[in-house]
């Protein structure tokens, strides 16, 4: 396995938002409103990424 320097951009920007869509799923499940915050902002976070550093 690489070292997380070596990953690409986009592999971590996959990661943050297919985690998430898990902190989403679980917040929502559990109704725990700071689950679906942190999702919400993770997923900020990966578009901002994704706006940023286009290939």
């Known amino acids: 396995m690489k070292p997380l ?3 690409g951009m986009r592999s971590r920007i996959v990661t943050l938002m297919i985690t ?3 902190l989403v799923t679980a917040g ?3 109704e725990w409103w700071w689950l ?3 999702g919400a902002w993770l ?3 990966a578009g901002l990424l994704e706006m ?3 290939p």
Do not use: K, M, N, P
């Open 36 to 38: 679906i915050g942190i």
């Open 52 to 54: 940023i550093y286009r």
């Open 20 to 22: 998430s869509a898990v």
């Open 5 to 7: 320097r070596e990953w």
């Open 28 to 30: 929502a499940l559990t």
């Open 43 to 45: 997923l900020i976070a």
